[in-house]
């Protein structure tokens, strides 16, 4: 079965710096988009980026565009998120997901999903 695994996460200040992973086994990771979402306490699961199965194509949400990159090695079957300039308004649990068929903002996209790593940012 797919399992995503995602690290990287922990406390930084703000205008600071962090690098998420997320490790994918079970699939044939190159025939997968994968995406980064990230939810707040009580608030909904957000998009934040995504990028096709070669690497080719990326999207991300206005609210982090021009800070944060996300990028893959189909290698290594992992998929990073860097986030430079970081906010106190990116403080969240950020997951990977996986899909093999259309992809984009929405959750319900994605098929697979990992269990998520916390993401905090200190004023």
């Known amino acids: 079965q797919v399992q995503l695994v995602e690290s990287g996460g922990g406390l930084v200040q703000a205008g600071g710096s962090l690098r998420l992973s997320c490790a994918a086994s079970?699939?044939?990771?190159?025939?997968?988009?994968m995406g980064w979402f990230r939810q707040a306490p009580g608030k909904e699961r957000e998009f934040v980026a995504a990028?096709?199965?070669?690497?080719?194509?990326?999207y991300y949400s206005d609210s982090v565009k021009g800070r944060f990159t996300i990028s893959r090695d189909n290698a290594k079957n992992t998929v990073y998120l860097q986030m430079n300039s970081l906010k106190p308004e990116d403080t969240a649990v950020y997951y990977c997901?996986?899909?093999?068929?259309?992809?984009?903002?929405?959750?319900?996209?994605?098929?697979?999903w990992g269990q998520g790593t916390q993401v905090t940012v200190s004023s």
């Open positions: 990028i096709g199965g070669t690497g080719g194509t990326t």
């Open positions: 997901a996986a899909t093999i068929g259309f992809y984009g903002s929405r959750p319900a996209m994605y098929d697979n």
């Open positions: 079970g699939l044939t990771f190159s025939s997968y988009a």
